[in-house]
């Protein structure tokens, strides 16, 4: 199973994610978004780790102008929902698309489907609509997970999971204990 670490705002976070070798990381440089890098920020904080893909998040409702006009080489991107995916740059080679089990998503996208609820709290009905979307597109599982949760999400067939950085509990300090033991549980 793949994991995508999005949500990175710190040079912490990216080298925690890099170090457990994750597949891609995920930067949110959208200035119409709250929490957003600047791209000075992005590129000091790429230029400090190796070995997973580099993507940014687009979580507004359009693509700001000035994106990818920075000399920026992108070849991941993650948007939300009320992107059209046709307005992206054609550099883009692999595009992912914010949604839920009930909306937000078109026949040709891979998704990331945001969980509204833990996975050992979901229908039979949704467990199959996962395994069902899953057959057919690739499929990345957004939610809160715990360790005891991975066995189930690998039963419905998806790609892989999402795991989200945050904020350092003070400059190059932060506590990894809930990643820790959802990581360790996937590599061991």
Do not use: H
């Not at 050992?120 to 809160?144: A, C």
């Not at 892989?160 to 509990?169: N, P, Q």
């Amino acid at each position: 199973m793949k994991i995508i670490a999005t949500d990175i705002t710190n040079l912490t976070d990216a080298r925690y994610f890099a170090a457990w070798g994750v597949d891609m990381m995920c930067y949110n440089i959208d200035p119409d978004t709250e929490g957003s890098l600047t791209i000075p920020q992005f590129k000091e904080i790429t230029d400090w780790v190796e070995g997973p893909l580099t993507g940014i998040k687009i979580a507004g409702l359009v693509i700001p102008k000035t994106m990818f006009s920075e000399g920026i080489d992108i070849k991941n991107v993650i948007i939300s929902p009320f992107i059209d995916k046709a307005d992206l740059p054609t550099s883009i080679e692999n595009v992912y698309r914010i949604c839920t089990l009930e909306e937000g998503w078109q026949e040709d996208d891979n998704l990331i489907l945001t969980l509204s609820k833990a996975v050992d709290q979901l229908s039979e009905d949704e467990v199959s609509k996962i395994k069902s979307i899953s057959e057919d597109k690739e499929v990345y599982l957004d939610g809160i997970f715990k360790a005891s949760d991975l066995a189930n999400i690998e039963s419905f067939n998806v790609t892989g999971i999402i795991l989200k950085g945050g904020d350092e509990e003070k400059v190059g300090y932060k506590s990894f204990d809930e990643l820790d033991e959802v990581l360790e549980a996937m590599f061991d």
